[in-house]
């Protein structure tokens, strides 16, 4: 669709007279979207998205997006590669020239178009429009439906001139489609609210929460299964097998990580739990005689011997085999007292990479981060505990890098992030073939990036250097609490301090904090005790308090954070229907980046502790855990309670 807007001459930043000024940003430089469901639908109706004779270029100028000297250049650079024979678009020129962004090229595009833009995370989707698409068909096409009039659908798209997917949503739904663009970034976290909601209200109406199944399990009355006619549970009843596909789809719909299934004396109930934005929630207790049938009919489905009980087993499901969303699940169980046995089972989504700037980064970190992984070679590492984020973080760094030039191998354990041009590896250690096994294939099999699950042993950690000193941009996690402490543990186990000073490039720790709820939590003015607090925990993190200013500190918060008075306002949770009353929905990155200078080389090299390390980075500007913590805090998007949980002082 862009190639056709591409045959442009240089123009004159002045757009022709013969036809009206074309904008797509408000006065403020703000990007022109609806977000009301009537003007959505009369701007879809009004005219048909054809082709108008307004170039690309032009537009972008008028809009002040782009100055008539990079239109200049980007025509120039076209010419140059249409001499060569290699056409490519000018909106891909200029991309390439950072004089725009990908957000402003598709909303320059929607304009030249006549395509409505919608604003997805302030829009409440009609119910009927969202019934007629499943959640799982929304979020595989990337589509939003917004509206139903008659037998007219209207639907937000990131890419709304995919025919594909309108001709596929026309026949699942035998309704006429009508595509509006959706404001970049907008339309998939706004997918999973709307359905998330609908799922909340259809609960409510159908009376079917976890309370009432619980209760009528305990009766023996179960109306969600079927009734089975001996009081014997067994792994092939079909109460038992519905019961377990329920619970399994639950925690998907819920967005939780794990399912934990804990059993205690013989006689006690099972209890079933959910991991949630990081908190364990209550789901649901059974009768004592589910208990092995429950925990047999999950050892069958991930091909484990049911007849053992007196050791640890782990495998997988393919919840797609047994009639449910395609979904994979790592199972492990565990014996306990009494000759009981836990499990635990992992949902592996296979979820898409987010874009880098969607992760929580701050901007400063942000841009050091980007001018870290710009460099041709080196090693950049990822730390923090288990589930904080480390693999999202990594695949959305080889995002930004996957742009088809690079040879990008991947070595991990689970895959639990798949991307289209990577080489991605299942490393499998009961037969050898484990990271540094994997690592030394990959450097016989030409790669630009290297992606290693995790540093586990000096094995690996020692070819992970010696391919980023031979050329490599190498990509690994640490199970370390901080930055410093990352560099001082690898150090520990045998590392060569000058290799090591010379491939370290950085290391980005990293924690999750609950987001709070967007549609419940309440902002309010803070207190001048609550600032004191505020400060002191910043400026005590910061270890060196004398090298920041406890009035400039707060004078730099006002400005940046603070209304048009210059006043702090913190938000506090509530408690809501889209967030099971809970107060907080979804979860936020905790960042701070190491980056290595020629100070903090110099203190490897001597094996500096980790104190001095850390000393070091936050003299070149660094932010701790808490610091980025307290920022997020005062922009609204978690509370202190969190980030003084998640990080250290």
């Known amino acids: 669709m862009e190639a056709s807007l591409e045959q442009e001459q240089v123009i004159a930043p002045q757009m022709p007279s013969r036809r009206q000024p074309l904008a797509f940003r408000t006065p403020q430089n703000q990007p022109l979207v609806l977000s009301e469901h009537e003007p959505i639908w009369q701007a879809a109706m009004s005219e048909p998205h054809l082709v108008h004779d307004y170039k690309l270029g032009e537009v972008l100028v008028h809009n002040g997006v782009i100055t008539p000297e990079n239109l200049h250049d980007a025509l120039v650079q076209q010419r140059i590669e249409a001499q060569a024979h290699a056409h490519r678009p000018l909106g891909q020129i200029l991309l390439r020239l950072n004089a725009i962004t990908e957000s402003d090229l598709q909303v320059a595009l929607a304009a030249t178009m006549s395509m409505p833009v919608v604003d997805c995370s302030t829009l409440s989707p009609e119910r009927e429009a969202l019934a007629l698409v499943s959640r799982e068909m929304a979020l595989r096409a990337g589509v939003l439906p917004l509206l139903l009039r008659h037998s007219t659908l209207v639907v937000a798209m990131d890419d709304p001139w995919q025919r594909a997917v309108l001709d596929e949503l026309s026949f699942l739904t035998n309704r006429r489609v009508l595509p509006v663009m959706a404001a970049p970034g907008t339309v998939e976290s706004a997918i999973t609210r709307a359905y998330d909601e609908l799922r909340c209200q259809t609960d409510a109406e159908h009376g079917a929460d976890i309370n009432a199944l619980a209760q009528a399990l305990a009766q023996d009355v179960p109306e969600l299964l079927v009734k089975d006619s001996s009081e014997v549970i067994t792994e092939s009843s079909n109460a038992l097998v519905r019961l377990v596909n329920k619970m399994i789809e639950d925690a998907v719909q819920r967005h939780a990580s794990d399912i934990h299934i804990e059993s205690a004396l013989q006689h006690d109930t099972v209890r079933i739990r959910f991991r949630v934005d990081g908190t364990l929630v209550p789901y649901l207790e059974l009768p004592p005689r589910y208990r092995h ?4 009919r999950i050892k069958i489905m991930s091909d484990l011997d049911i007849a ?3 050791k640890p087993q782990d495998g997988k499901v393919d919840f797609a085999r047994f009639g449910g969303t395609a979904m994979e699940l790592r199972v492990v169980t565990v014996p306990t007292a009494h000759g009981q046995e836990d499990v635990v089972l992992r949902l592996l989504a296979g979820a898409k990479p987010l874009p880098l700037a969607a992760i929580g980064l701050n901007e400063h970190n942000l841009v050091a981060l980007r001018q870290s992984f710009a460099k041709p070679y ?8 288990t589930g904080c984020g480390k693999t999202t973080s990594l695949h959305s760094v080889l995002r930004e890098l996957n742009d088809g030039e690079r040879k990008i191998w991947t070595a991990e354990d689970p895959i639990e992030i798949t991307q289209a041009g990577l080489c991605q590896v299942q490393v499998n250690p009961r037969i050898g073939w484990t990271f540094a096994a994997a690592m ?3 450097l016989r099999a030409d790669p630009d990036v290297i992606m290693i699950g995790e540093m586990r042993d000096e094995e690996t950690a020692r070819i992970a250097i010696e391919a980023s000193l031979t050329g490599h941009l190498v990509f690994s996690t ?6 410093a402490e990352s560099i001082a543990r690898l150090l520990e186990i045998g590392l060569d301090p000058f290799n090591f000073s010379d491939s370290l490039l950085a290391v980005l720790a990293q924690r999750l904090v609950r987001r709070l709820c967007p549609q419940c939590s309440r902002p309010e003015l803070a207190s001048s005790d609550a600032i004191d607090g505020l ?9 060196d308090a004398s090298s920041i200013q406890p009035d400039t500190l707060l004078a730099d918060w006002r400005h940046r954070f603070g209304d048009e008075q210059g006043r ?10 889209a967030c099971n009353q809970r107060g907080y929905k979804g979860r936020l990155g905790l960042h701070e980046l190491l980056v290595a200078d020629d100070p903090i080389r110099q203190q490897i090299r001597h094996r500096a502790a980790a104190a001095d390390i850390l000393q070091s980075a936050l003299n070149g500007g660094m932010q701790t855990l808490r610091q980025d913590g307290i920022e997020k ?3 609204g998007l978690t509370d202190m309670s969190e980030v003084i949980a998640a990080s250290n002082t």
Not at 293 to 296: C, E, G, I, K, Q
Not at 535 to 543: G, T
Not at 568 to 577: A, I, S, T
Request: with cysteine; glycine share 6%; hydrophobic share 40%.
């Open 293 to 296: 049938a429950l925990v047999a």
């Open 308 to 310: 053992e009980h007196r």
């Open 378 to 385: 080196g090693l950049i590492l990822i730390c923090g505990p």
């Open 440 to 442: 030394r294939t990959f």
């Open 478 to 483: 640490l199970h370390t609490n901080s930055a």
């Open 535 to 543: 400060l002191h925990e910043y400026l005590h993190s910061a270890r």
């Open 568 to 577: 702090l306002r913190l938000r506090h949770k509530q408690g809501c229907v």
């Open 633 to 635: 805090v005062l922009q």
